[in-house]
């Protein structure tokens, strides 16, 4: 068994898997499995925001005031495209633009969307391997109580107000997992659950045929983005309260129930570790606040560890 899997979404999967590859002596010995499900096209160019924040994270190259596009961004295409009377709800930087261009240039003549990301990740220098969970499209509906959106339209432009009553990822029964996902997972020592959005970014890549049953039998660790009873960031809480559960780090762990093997909650929520022993087996209090590079790592180091059986507390 070699390597390391992490199940990713954007902003809190990035930060993990950074952390997960600056603790790993070998950083190519960690492959992150991307959600693909926020994916959408935009000006006709194909958008993938969750690989987009991974990759850049990864490369070193975010933008560290918002956790999602690159440092040092203009947006003078955008300014002078809304001058034109162009949609600005979805703000696409300079250098951004770049990446949304040359993908969609590639993925017209026909190259897999993992080779690209594949293309991508070697010219920026990241070190460690990048999947998306399918090359196929699979777009997240979110069912509220307006009716069915699609996934942008209700996380950027209606600032996911509208109350979520479910998720639907469309057309995920007849997806196939990416060349090198399904072996990633059956030769991974340990897969890492990043503490992601459970709904709109795990769950998508859980939906995807043949990725389940890969992760029966090895360690399987989740970490908690449920911190005091709130996200760190995004939807997640308004999520677990609007489908009629009171969001913590144990709704989280029950969430996973019948995939993880271990859960890691943060020390604030110390109190809740016995009640979700009966949930998961293997229980890790930590402090999984991802506010800087070296906490980041910390983490990491401390949750892998802990998975090989190294030590139970960080
Ligand atoms: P998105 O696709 O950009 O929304 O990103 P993700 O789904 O990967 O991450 C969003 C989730 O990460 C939210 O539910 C946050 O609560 C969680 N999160 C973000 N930063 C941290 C952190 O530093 N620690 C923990 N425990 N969770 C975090």
């Known amino acids: 068994m070699t390597g390391v899997v992490v199940l990713a979404g954007g902003v809190g999967g990035a930060k993990f898997a950074a952390g997960v590859q600056s603790a790993l002596p070998d950083p190519a010995a960690l492959t992150a499995v991307v959600n693909i499900g926020d994916d959408f096209t935009h000006f006709g160019l194909k958008i993938c925001p969750d690989l987009d924040t991974v990759c850049y994270t ?81 777009p997240t509906i979110v069912l509220t109580d307006e009716g069915e959106l699609a996934f942008q339209e209700y996380f950027v432009r209606r600032r996911w107000q509208p109350r979520a009553v479910g998720f639907r990822f469309a057309g995920a029964e007849n997806a196939r997992p990416a060349p090198g996902v399904l072996e990633a997972l059956h030769t991974a020592e340990a897969v890492l659950i990043a503490p992601s959005n459970p709904f709109v970014s795990i769950d998508p890549i859980l939906a995807i045929p043949g990725v389940r049953e890969a992760l029966a039998g090895k360690p399987i660790a989740a970490v908690s983005p449920i911190v005091g009873g709130e996200a760190v960031k995004g939807p997640a809480a308004k999520m677990f309260r609007e489908l009629g559960v009171a969001p913590s780090a144990l709704a989280v762990a029950e969430h996973y129930r019948g995939v993880i093997s271990h859960f890691v909650l943060d020390k604030t929520d110390a109190l809740q570790a016995e009640a979700v022993r009966r949930v998961v087996p293997r229980v890790l209090v930590a402090d999984t606040m991802m506010t800087s590079a070296e906490k980041r790592r910390a983490l990491a180091a401390g949750v892998l560890a802990w998975v090989r059986g190294a030590r139970d507390t960080i």
């Open 58 to 138: 990864l490369a070193g190259l975010e933008n560290p005031a918002t956790g999602w596009g690159r440092r040092g961004e203009s947006w003078r295409v955008m300014e002078a495209a809304a001058a034109l009377g162009a949609p600005d709800w979805f703000r696409l930087g300079d250098l951004d633009l770049a990446t949304h261009l040359e993908r969609t240039r590639r993925l017209r003549a026909g190259q897999p969307l993992h080779e690209i990301v594949a293309a991508f990740c070697a010219a920026w220098g990241v070190k460690a391997r990048v999947l998306p969970v399918t090359d196929s499209a699979v």
